[in-house]
T-cell receptor
Framework: DQQVKQNSPSLSVQEGRISILNCDYT??????FLWYKKYPAEGPTFLIS?????DKNEDGRFTVFLNKSAKHLSLHIVPSQPGDSAVYFC????????????FGEGTQLTVNP | EPEVTQTPSHQVTQMGQEVILRCVPI?????FYWYRQILGQKVEFLVS????????KSEIFDDQFSVERPDGSNFTLKIRSTKLEDSAMYFC????????????FGPGTRLTVL
C-alpha cells in the first residue's frame, strides 16, 4: 500500500535556511492532508494541514503547498531551526467523517547549527 | 493544553499472553483511533471507534484484537494472544468531531513481545 509516499528518508539543512519536505499521493479520494512532526519516543504532533480546495496554507514558519493535478504536496520550513530536527510525516484522508489517516514513510529532518 | 495520555509507556510480555493498552482521550473528543508503528516502518491504522462501536478497521485488526470504552473515559486496545510480530509502538489518537480533521496522538506504548 503506497497511497502516500515520501521519497526522501532524510534531509539535512543549515540553520536559517529553508527546509522543503515532499510528499506524493495516489488516491484521488484524499481531500485533506496533514503534516505531523515526531520526536523519538513521542507520538506524532500535528503541525499543519491543508484542504484540497486550497493550494497553500501558512502558519508562521510553516507553509504547506498542494498541487492536486500532480498529487503532490510539500512542507516548507523557513527559517529552519535546530529544534525542527525530527521525523516529519505526511498523512491524508478522504472526506468520510472520522476516517483513518494514511501515512507516508516519514522524512528525518536534521537542521545543523 | 489538553492531551491524549497512554499507559503503560512500555509493556513487555511473553508470546501468547494477553495485553491491554490504555488511552485516555481528550475530553469531549468523539472519534478514537489506534495506530501502530513497527520499528522502521510506517504508522499504520488499526481501528477507529465512534459512538461506542467500531467504525472502521484495517486488515491488521483481526480477531486477536478488540477495543472498548469500558467506563466512558478510558479507551482500550486488547491483544488476546500476542505474537512476536505484534511488537511495535501503539498510538492512540482522538479527534473532536467529524468536521475537525486533525487527529491528536498520545505518546504511545512500546509493546515488546518475547
Amino acid at each position: 500500500d503506497q497511497q502516500v509516499k515520501q521519497n526522501s528518508p532524510s534531509l539535512s539543512v543549515q540553520e536559517g535556511r529553508i527546509s522543503i519536505l515532499n510528499c506524493d499521493y495516489t488516491n484521488s479520494m484524499f481531500d485533506y492532508f496533514l503534516w505531523y512532526k515526531k520526536y523519538p519516543a513521542e507520538g506524532p504532533t500535528f503541525l499543519i494541514s491543508i484542504s484540497s480546495i486550497k493550494d497553500k496554507n501558512e502558519d508562521g514558519r510553516f507553509t504547506v503547498f498542494l498541487n492536486k493535478s500532480a498529487k503532490h504536496l510539500s512542507l516548507h520550513i523557513v527559517p529552519s531551526q535546530p529544534g525542527d530536527s525530527a521525523v516529519y510525516f505526511c498523512a491524508a484522508h478522504p472526506p468520510t467523517s472520522g476516517s483513518r489517516l494514511t501515512f507516508g514513510e516519514g522524512t528525518q529532518l536534521t537542521v545543523n547549527p | 493544553e489538553p492531551e491524549v495520555t497512554q499507559t503503560p509507556s512500555h509493556q513487555v510480555t511473553q508470546m501468547g499472553q494477553e495485553v491491554i493498552l490504555r488511552c485516555v482521550p481528550i475530553s469531549n473528543h468523539l472519534y478514537f483511533y489506534w495506530y501502530r508503528q513497527i520499528l522502521g516502518q510506517k504508522v499504520e491504522f488499526l481501528v477507529s471507534f465512534y459512538n461506542n462501536e467500531i467504525s472502521e478497521k484495517s486488515e491488521i485488526f483481526d480477531d486477536q484484537f478488540s477495543v472498548e470504552r469500558p467506563d466512558g473515559s478510558n479507551f482500550t486496545l486488547k491483544i488476546r494472544s500476542t505474537k512476536l510480530e505484534d511488537s511495535a509502538m501503539y498510538f492512540c489518537a482522538t479527534c473532536p468531531q467529524a468536521t475537525h480533521n486533525e487527529q491528536f496522538f498520545g505518546p504511545g506504548t512500546r509493546l515488546t513481545v518475547l
